[in-house]
């Protein structure tokens, strides 16, 4: 293929695409650059992923791999943004901060060419500049970057607006709720996430998220629970628990083996949470559904023991 | 009028003599020493963890448990870059829950950015005494800090050559008297005596011994326990071992300015908590000729797993081979001492025939 032919930027479709994709995607559509995302999740994708990435690493960061693998050839740059931090102490994971120049030693001997979008304020780098520099690095003026960003920023939060409202709406439905509670790019990962959250439906079950919910009003609710937690995505997921978990007859806290945040905010969930059924799930890369499958429908029989459906 | 608070941190290789240090002598309060790490420290702290986190946490809160056992009232606990910023508030909780009565300073609590917050977290530990005076033995148990760094670094450079076998009584000496000392003399005395005592001692060293760098995280890699006495084991092999992981380095030092831009070829931007210094420390041990290096990291550490593959790459371009060594609560000796003996074996095959 000639290289000119190429979409400019790849985007992997895993890790922090599912909380931000909205705002790159914007970004670049605001701009006029030629994108492709790698196609969904599958079990190829997550075996390429385990042979490439470190044996002790995430089940995320295994799939990521693989999805970056996937668009290595196929696009002049690959895009990993690097969320390092908003402040002192609004953090990210240490795996996001690290995934652009971890790809890169991975994927070194390939050739292809990366691009990063640095998000790192306590180096002088706040998002709005991060993006700045960005589209200035695409070719485009800071103005027009800017105003690209301001547009995306816009688009990211109206999504995340329209998905609480149309989960206000689902709990207000009768019947038994369910809270599924981890990282988005877990659940909604089609070859991870989505399973769960099927076999949930086909239960019966009424089905919230904790991740459907604007971002201040969750690190808001976490900050109160927990003053110390200061990575947001784990702060929304712990704000959004806090907030829907009234609406719900019981959470189900879905993990990545070994997730470094999850395992610590998760634990601090189930003691601080009492009187409230709690499933833990962990996937890793040998899941089967059976035994995913067991383990729902088991915990589903006891919310329903407890509601008294069951009698 | 109230007693004084008996405080208690965590055991971390022998750091906790500073620690003892400041409270003993810049608060009106006393310092309970945990017992040292043991298996039974590790046990009860990964029986009350949760599974997938970090080893370093599980260790931090046997240790706890241990101190509160011993009769400490107050249990202090640091900040950091990593997951270990939140170990505090996760352990107050299960500490709780087990049913223990105490106070709790998180100094992650404290950890804004903003210096004065710091400084009320002092005034929390310490409302009585005088800032001044807390002032001087923050900066006499940095000094102290410096010297145990510096007899460290000497010990394990050079105690695998000595025909004596008197190094090792020198270092416990020394590290006994930093537990005792009282003034900033007693400090200064101490590091003197040691340092004459390892000059006076003949060291039976061939011109090129065989040189290893370890690198590591944060806590597993100086604390000599939860690394399984690591550099005690390899000098006993006859190698010279280094380690420019420590605090005196990291965090009095600066550690090496501008690391990030040294080791750009390998990592543009940082990959979170101690990997920056890692690869810097990597690239230069490898710079300088060295045999191998052995990266330290207990099960679960993020920013370790992270740069693997950089060091892998460090390793083709330099030629210089990198051991890999994940630790968590079950690790035995045996396992360590025969992956120990393989790398040795092959390091020493290459520096025969490359020499």
């Known amino acids: 293929m000639n290289e000119s032919r190429m979409p400019a930027i790849g985007i992997p479709r895993a890790m922090l695409y599912y909380r931000y994709g909205a705002l790159w995607e914007q970004f670049l559509q605001a701009l006029g650059v030629s994108f492709q995302l790698s196609p969904p999740s599958s079990r190829g994708i997550l075996e390429t992923g385990t042979r490439l990435a470190p044996d002790e690493s995430c089940l995320s960061l295994k799939m990521f791999m693989g999805h970056v693998d996937t668009l290595v050839g196929r696009c002049e740059r690959i895009l990993i943004p690097r969320y390092s931090n908003y402040g002192y102490t609004e953090l990210f994971c240490t795996r996001y901060e690290g995934l652009y120049d971890q790809a890169r030693n991975i994927f070194r001997s390939s050739g292809q060419r990366f691009i990063t979008c640095n998000i790192d304020a306590q180096n002088g780098s706040p998002e709005a500049k991060a993006f700045e520099l960005f589209g200035v690095e695409l070719g485009f003026s800071a103005r027009q970057s800017r105003r690209a960003w301001q547009e995306a920023s816009k688009a990211l939060k109206q999504k995340q607006k329209a998905e609480e409202q149309s989960q206000k709406e689902l709990a207000a439905k009768p019947g038994m ?9 877990i659940l909604s990962d089609p070859y991870l996430g989505m399973p769960i959250l099927d076999c949930l439906v086909s239960s019966g079950a009424v089905t919230l998220r904790a991740d459907a919910l604007e971002s201040e009003t969750a690190r808001k609710a976490c900050a109160k629970f927990s003053p110390t937690c200061r990575w947001i995505v784990s702060e929304e997921i ?20 070994p997730c470094g945040p999850d395992s610590m905010t998760n634990e601090l969930l189930i003691r601080r949470l009492k009187g409230m059924p709690i499933l833990p799930l962990v996937l890793d890369t040998q899941s089967g559904m059976a035994g995913v499958e067991t383990r729902i429908e088991s915990f589903l029989d006891i919310i329903r023991f407890q509601r008294g459906d069951m009698v | 009028m109230k ?5 208690a941190l965590p055991r971390w290789g022998e750091y906790n003599c500073a620690l003892k240090y400041i409270v003993e002598q810049g608060f009106e309060a006393r310092c309970i020493l945990p017992p040292p790490l043991s298996r039974r420290t590790e046990d009860l702290g990964a029986r009350n963890s949760p599974d997938l986190v970090c080893t370093p946490f599980k260790t931090t809160l046997g240790s706890m448990i241990e101190a509160l056992e011993a009769g400490a009232d107050t249990i202090l606990m640091v900040p950091g870059a990593c997951r270990l910023n939140y170990f505090g508030e996760l352990q107050e909780q299960i500490l709780r829950d087990m049913g223990f009565t105490f106070e709790f300073i998180n ?24 800032m001044v005076k807390t002032a001087r033995a923050l900066y006499e148990a940095a000094k102290m800090i410096e010297h145990l760094d510096d007899i ?10 000595d025909p004596t076998k008197t190094y090792p009584k020198v270092y416990r000496q020394f590290i006994a008297d930093m537990y005792e000392a009282r003034n900033l003399n007693e400090i200064h005395e101490a590091f003197r ?11 039976n060293k061939p011109s090129d011994p065989i040189r290893i760098g370890i690198i590591g995280d944060y806590y597993t890699v100086m604390d000599p326990f939860s690394n399984l006495e690591l550099e005690q084991k390899l000098a006993d092999m006859g190698v010279e071992v280094h380690r420019l992981m420590n605090l005196a380095n990291d965090m009095l030092r600066g550690g090496g300015k501008n690391k990030q831009a040294k080791i750009r070829d390998f990592a543009e931007y940082s990959l979170g908590a101690s990997s920056t210094a890692d690869i810097w420390q990597a690239q230069n041990f490898a710079e300088r000729g060295f045999d191998g290096i052995i990266q330290v990291k207990s099960a679960g550490c993020m920013p370790e797993t992270d740069i693997m593959p950089i060091l892998a790459n460090l390793s083709r371009d330099y030629k210089i081979p990198v051991l890999y060594l994940t630790y968590d609560s079950q690790s035995s000796d045996v396992g360590l001492m025969t992956r120990l003996e393989a790398f040795y074996d092959m390091v020493e095959m290459r520096k025969k025939v490359n020499s």
């Open chain 1, 177 to 185: 709720k369910v809270l599924i509670a981890g990282h988005s790019y």
């Open chain 1, 238 to 257: 712990v704000g959004g628990v806090l907030h829907w978990k009234e609406k719900a007859d019981g959470i189900i806290l879905v993990s990545a083996f």
């Open chain 2, 3 to 7: 007693q004084h608070r008996k405080v």
């Open chain 2, 107 to 130: 100094l992650s609590l404290y950890n804004t950015g903003n210096a004065k917050d710091l400084l009320k977290a002092l005034r929390v530990v310490n409302p009585r005494r005088s």
């Open chain 2, 152 to 161: 460290t670094t000497l010990y394990y450079e050079n105690c695998g050559f």
């Open chain 2, 193 to 203: 005596v040691a340092s004459r005592a390892f000059e006076d001692i003949t060291l």
